[in-house]
T-cell receptor, first 111, second 111 residues
Framework: KQEVTQIPAALSVPEGENLVLNCSFT??????LQWFRQDPGKGLTSLLL?????REQTSGRLNASLDKSSGRSTLYIAASQPGDSATYLC??????????FGRGTSLIVHP | DGGITQSPKYLFRKEGQNVTLSCEQN?????MYWYRQDPGQGLRLIYY???????QKGDIAEGYSVSREKKESFPLTVTSAQKNPTAFYLC??????????FGPGTRLTVL
């Protein structure tokens, strides 16, 4: 059964720092990996989808990388802003293409 | 606008009462899902449906029921058999093996 771990569980940084959020998964036979953002009391918003054939995906200040062989993905946030404060979750597909989610990294960026 | 809608946003249930959460999507997605989210825990899969008139139990289906009579609709009923239903409920949809999209969520509270 696919298991997904996200480290750290929580992070508090001053504005302007570059950040790395980590996601690891136990079964490397995946066909994609998706990163989401969740604001308090809201649904999940898709940030990036990386296909298994890709190494990286970029959207604005976000860059996600995927290393299937080591079972890892990282989400890099450049020049963090207070508006980036949220919980970030990664998801990888398991049986029947149903995604398994990590518990997320709770990020606070303070001015 | 294409997307997923959930209603109501807040729902209160009395002891012994069944309640139904609505989920509608106009993305023409085949697959739809229901997740439960509790504080400090990841998303847990309740039910999913990959085609109309068919659905499968997820990891925590006990005390819940669903129907999938139309492609765009996947309502979730929380029955009186669910002893601890207070949680945040998220509906999602996807094309098979592709991007997941989430609705805004319904917060259910037991009175």
């Amino acid at each position: 059964k696919q298991e997904v771990t996200q480290i750290p569980a929580a992070l508090s940084v001053p504005e302007g720092e570059n950040l790395v959020l980590n996601c690891s998964f136990t079964d490397s036979a995946i066909y994609n990996l998706q990163w989401f953002r969740q604001d308090p009391g809201k649904g999940l918003t898709s940030l990036l989808l990386i296909q298994s054939s890709q190494r990286e995906q970029t959207s604005g200040r976000l860059n996600a990388s995927l290393d299937k062989s080591s079972g890892r993905s990282t989400l890099y946030i450049a020049a963090s802003q207070p508006g980036d404060s949220a919980t970030y979750l990664c998801a990888v597909p398991g049986g029947s293409y149903i995604p398994t989610f990590g518990r997320g990294t709770s990020l606070i960026v303070h001015p | 606008d294409g997307g997923i809608t959930q209603s109501p946003k807040y729902l209160f249930r009395k002891e012994g009462q069944n309640v139904t959460l609505s989920c509608e999507q106009n993305l023409n997605h085949d697959a739809m899902y229901w997740y439960r989210q509790d504080p400090g825990q990841g998303l847990r899969l309740i039910y999913y449906s990959q085609i109309v008139n068919d659905f499968q139990k997820g990891d925590i289906a006990e005390g819940y029921s669903v129907s999938r009579e139309k492609k765009e609709s996947f309502p979730l009923t929380v029955t009186s058999a669910q002893k601890n239903p207070t949680a945040f409920y998220l509906c999602a949809s996807s094309l098979q093996r592709d991007l997941f999209f989430f609705g805004p969520g319904t917060r259910l509270t037991v009175l």
